[in-house]
């Protein structure tokens, strides 16, 4: 069976420092993982994905996440937070076999001036 | 391309009624997602369809169902509304498996619903 944990509800940093989202995940097959973000009253946007090649992966507004087996993780970063990053996150995983997703409960990434 | 859309954006129900939600795919994606947001109960999945055919089903109670049509439009149903029905539901589509790995889901606006 498949889940995903976010270690963190909340997350708080100042503009201009790294900022750091956990992922934990589960899955009988080789997932896929995804990021979302959702701006207030906004619908979910992709950030970035991972489906089996590099396991570095890059991302829109310069997040990356690091696809790492061993430790079943898919943690988001992003070198310098900006005020426009305030938003919830989410982490996904799918699996091609059962066609189920299952999203995280969602990272709230607050950011101050 | 246009987006996924959902109509309506907002909707006010009384208990006991029901409620028709829609979606309407991007151009190409056969695959349609559906999805209930809560404060409490965070993002849950309801059911995906793919070529008209219900593929999967999360762990929702029987009042909910949906259907697909010939052109990928979806409809989902909430029959006997309940207080706890109030809630952002959201719709996604995406193109089939590629190669083993699952495509991206693109989402729509999302249908806010408050039960009464």
């Known amino acids: 069976a498949q889940s995903v944990t976010q270690l963190d509800s909340h997350v708080s940093v100042s503009e201009g420092t790294p900022v750091l989202l956990r992922c934990n995940y589960s899955s009988s097959y080789s997932p896929s993982l995804f990021w979302y973000v959702q701006h207030p009253n906004k619908g979910l946007q992709l950030l970035l994905k991972y489906t089996s090649a590099a396991t570095l992966v890059k991302g829109i507004n310069g997040f990356e996440a690091e696809f790492k087996k061993s430790e079943t993780s898919f943690h988001l970063t992003k070198p310098s937070a900006h005020m426009s990053d305030a938003a919830e996150y989410f982490c996904?995983?799918?699996?091609?076999?059962?066609?189920?997703?299952?999203f995280g409960a969602g990272t709230r990434l607050f950011v101050k001036a | 391309k246009a987006g996924v859309t959902q109509t309506p954006r907002y909707l006010i129900k009384t208990r006991g009624q029901q409620v028709t939600l829609s979606c309407s795919p991007i151009s190409g994606h056969r695959s349609v997602s559906w999805y209930q947001q809560t404060p409490g109960q965070g993002l849950q999945f309801l059911f995906e369809y793919f070529s008209e055919t219900q593929r999967n089903k999360g762990n929702f109670p029987g009042r909910f169902s949906g259907r697909q049509f010939s052109n990928s439009r979806s409809e989902m149903n909430v029959s006997t509304l309940e207080l706890g029905d109030s809630a952002l539901y959201l719709c996604?589509?995406?193109?089939?498996?590629?190669?083993?790995?699952?495509?991206?889901?693109?989402f729509g606006p999302g249908t806010r619903l408050t039960v009464l």
């Open positions: 996604a589509s995406r193109t089939s498996t590629s190669g083993g790995a699952v495509n991206e889901q693109f």
């Open positions: 996904v995983v799918s699996e091609a076999g059962g066609f189920k997703t299952i």
